[in-house]
């Protein structure tokens, strides 16, 4: 990669320099706590991350995050996995979540936006009420800190309720989107054993209502901790036999509760699929969140009272977690439920015009669609409100960058971002008072020490490496759900590089310190941001009489889009005809995701495995991205090599 010196995209004023809490926060902190005064954002990054114990006790007093019993020490523990974060202290989430109710109580904290983009509020002090009576309800119910409680909800009102109840009574929430399958689901709450589960009748999407309710009833058969179901009548239909009403749930005037719990007590369980087994569960901490969110939202995101954060997901995304953490910042939240492409591909345009979104983050994907489509955001809507778009789900490409730019306004602050859900987080992204360059992210992030690395370990600058983060983060997970002595956390990213987080990116660091992201460098496939393993593919698909075996890949694609191909080699007479490739699009749609049907399913000699019989994903991709065969592959690890040649052509045909 060239080390030359483009002209930035686009270039903060000194104005909006001087304004951004960032900045505010860098004068405050080397005031109180040592941090260089001069040097802007690139001497208070290497501060962060060579002063830990400094930065993140700065970060706690900056937003006075209320400790109820007092900590010891920052960092008790630094090694990775197993870092221990303010041993000692005690807090809640949620607590911190409804803070602006005392002050803002008619307010909006939230928008709800439905596919007919009106927006209608809730204020803090409403929400605030509702959190308190169903918190009440939730002990009634016998839930008690560690206790797991469960969504399959859209993105509603509803389930930023059930969430902060759950956290106040100190319970550990998790949650699926309802367009999920039963197996999707059941992979996943299986695992934590819930003792509640919240769900609706059914949803709105496309302009269609989908009922849900067979396939809640399978989720109530097949998850025999449950103790309680409450029914969401999102589609009007009356509550299942044995179910409880939401609104019965949320009636009283009740002050919330809030459980003080230590700094590192479970507050969800995320999932993210590697390419084996079932889904990792990933369990974060309320404490860990809780810092972690305040420097990101606070900070980079520069989010605050004034603010309307809009950011296109749905509850089995990391991105809606990451919003709900929007309310830390006393930020108005806005959820919005339905397509992100209807009634035409403008959808979150509108959205964003209508709820005086400042601050919208989306999809590479959908910024890429819009401009495919001819979509002129500044001269259809009125976004003169909106300061900053922000993307994620995959690398945003250059042209996506000059969209925005040429098609929003000449002075937008775009901010391209990436971490993951395995720290609910960004590694790097958004500096408010950093350049924009086309194709890159501004800037690691404050307290993560980013760095590209060579396979033996070297760091590299302006060359493709692996994604490494060398210092703990608070958000890290505390654990995975069901690994009791770690191993498989251990073997998620720590086993490359000892003592060192390996995250599973190709990235170049440039000499600027700005980041390219360019994709997996595993088979873990990501479509619009949702990470799903090829193992849950294999395991629907395979279960079709007709198809001996299957290899599907996922390959981000220069434009910004994602082609994902399903390669299957058929049982002895079968034919892929019609007939067939429906069946194994309705069977992934249905018992999968419906993000995850591929582009094309492409009949093959035989799908090829390594010496110990494990599938080769990950040559096959590189092979399908232009890497010659020899440098694809070690030959000798491979059972039958001339099954490559297959893909070496198809790759040779596509380009």
């Known amino acids: 990669m060239s080390t030359v010196n483009p002209q930035p995209l686009w270039q903060p004023d000194p104005q909006r320099i001087a304004q951004a809490q960032i900045t505010r926060f860098q004068a405050w902190a080397a005031e109180h706590h040592g941090a260089p005064a001069e040097g802007g954002y690139p001497a208070l990054h290497r501060w962060s991350v060579d002063e830990p114990d400094a930065f993140w006790k700065a970060v706690t007093e900056w937003f006075d995050v209320r400790f109820s019993t007092p900590w010891t020490r920052v960092l008790g523990e630094r090694a990775m996995p197993g870092a221990q974060w303010f041993p000692g202290a005690t807090l809640n989430y949620a607590e911190h979540a409804l803070r602006a109710a005392a002050t803002r109580p008619d307010d909006p904290a939230l928008l709800h936006v439905d596919e007919t983009h009106e927006p209608r509020p809730v204020t803090w002090a409403e929400l605030r009420r509702q959190v308190g009576s169903l918190a009440a309800e939730l002990r009634a119910l016998g839930v008690r800190p560690g206790d797991r409680v469960s969504g399959y909800l859209p993105n509603v009102p509803q389930a930023v309720v059930a969430l902060l109840a759950t956290a106040a009574v100190g319970g550990v929430w998790t949650s699926c989107a309802p367009d999920f399958g039963a197996r999707s689901v059941l992979d996943r709450f299986q695992q934590v054993e819930p003792v509640v589960l919240f769900t ?13 309710r067979d ?3 399978e989720l109530r058969r097949d998850l025999p901790t449950l103790r309680a179901v409450v029914h969401i009548p999102l589609l009007g239909t009356p509550a299942p036999e044995g179910a409880l009403e939401w ?32 889904p990792k569960a990933i369990v974060q901490s309320q404490g860990g969140i809780l810092v972690e969110h305040l420097k990101q939202l606070g900070l980079h995101c520069d989010l605050g009272p004034d603010d309307r954060f809009f950011w296109y997901t749905s509850t089995g995304w990391m991105m809606w977690n990451f919003l709900v953490s929007g309310l830390l910042t006393g930020t108005t939240i806005v959820l919005y439920d339905g397509s992100p492409g209807y009634p035409d591909t403008g959808a979150q345009w509108r959205v964003a015009e209508r709820t005086g979104a400042t601050l919208y983050g989306t999809s590479a994907a959908y910024v890429m669609a819009c401009r495919k489509a001819g979509v002129h955001p500044a001269r259809d809507f009125d976004l003169s ?8 789900g995959s690398p945003l490409p250059p042209d996506g960058f000059r969209w925005l730019h040429d098609e929003v306004r000449a002075d937008l602050w ?3 971002v990436s971490g993951g859900t395995d720290v609910c987080s960004c590694f790097a992204g958004a500096v408010p008072t950093l350049p924009v360059y086309v194709g890159e992210l501004q800037a690691p992030c404050l307290g993560t020490d980013l760095q590209s690395w060579d396979p033996s370990g070297e760091p590299l600058v302006d060359e493709v490496g692996e994604l490494v983060v060398t210092n703990p983060m608070p958000s890290m997970p505390v654990h995975f759900w069901n690994d009791p002595d770690g191993s498989r956390y251990h073997d998620s990213y720590f086993d490359t590089y000892p003592g060192v987080w390996r995250h599973g990116d190709w990235i170049t660091v440039t000499s600027r310190g700005s980041v390219v992201i360019h994709g ?23 279960r ?7 290899l599907v890949i996922g390959i981000e694609q220069p434009d910004g889009g994602y082609w994902m191909p399903l390669f299957v080699h058929l049982a002895p007479g079968a034919v892929l005809d019609e007939a067939l490739l429906a069946r194994i699009k309705r069977t992934i749609r249905e018992q999968l995701s419906p993000r995850h049907v591929p582009d094309e399913i492409i009949e093959v000699p035989g799908v090829p495995h390594t010496l110990t019989g494990k599938r080769i ?7 399908l991205q232009g890497t010659p065969l020899e440098k694809a592959v070690n030959p000798g690890s491979i059972d039958d090599l001339d099954l490559l040649r297959f893909y070496e052509d198809l790759a040779r045909k596509r380009a």
């Not at 609706?200 to 849900?212: L, Q, S």
């Not at 409100?385 to 994620?392: D, I, K, Q, S």
């Open 617 to 623: 994903e990950v040559p096959v991709k590189r092979l």
């Open 544 to 550: 079709l009489p007709e198809i001996r075996e299957s």
């Open 215 to 217: 396939t809640v009833a």
């Open 385 to 392: 409100a909106v300061r900053c778009v922000a993307t994620t």
């Open 414 to 416: 775009i901010a391209s």
């Open 200 to 212: 609706v009748d059914g949803y709105r999407y496309g302009g269609k209502e989908h009922d849900r």
């Open 247 to 278: 609104s019965a749930l949320t009636a009283a005037d009740t002050e919330p509760d809030f459980e003080q719990v230590p700094f590192d007590h479970p507050l969800w369980v995320l999932y993210s699929s590697g390419t084996t087994g079932l």
């Open 520 to 542: 997996r460098s595993d088979s873990t496939l990501n479509r619009q941001g949702v990470r799903m393993g090829s193992a849950d593919i294999y395991e629907a698909v395979e």
